[in-house]
């Protein structure tokens, strides 16, 4: 996993890139009660707002950390969005992207990394 310094996790699957956000960001922001997916087949740039994430504190944008095309969104989200804080890591991810380069995740964070950004 590779992580960005807006608390966003990256994972490569197969020739897909999977985009959520970490425990951290989670635990921030409280309880979620909405998620606002991205249409499939968009092409976004990084840096791009992508998700809304609506919790009993305050809303959040989730932006594209890398240049590409949505490919999937995890439909469980609109229906349960408290997944967000049991599993930010493994089944609340929120979208799925297919990139031209792989090679750009090498600038984001390890997880040891991430760990010392927090502090």
């Not at 989670?26 to 919790?55: K, N």
């Not at 089944?91 to 990139?99: E, G, L, R, S, V």
Request: hydrophobic share 45%; proline share 3%.
């Amino acid at each position: 996993m590779r992580f960005t310094e807006e608390h966003e996790w990256l994972r490569v699957e197969g020739d897909l890139v999977v985009v959520g956000i970490t425990e951290h960001a989670a635990q921030q922001l409280g309880d979620v009660v909405f998620v606002e997916l991205p249409e499939t087949e968009a092409m976004v740039a990084r840096g791009d707002e992508v998700c809304v994430i609506e919790s009993v504190k305050a809303a959040s944008d989730i932006l594209a950390p890398v240049d590409g095309e949505i490919v999937e969104i995890n439909d469980a989200l609109s229906d349960t969005p408290g997944l967000v804080n049991e599993d930010p890591l493994g089944d609340a991810w929120f979208f799925k992207m297919k990139i031209d380069d792989m090679s750009v995740l090498d600038d984001f964070m390890s997880e040891d990394d991430y760990k010392d950004f927090l502090g």
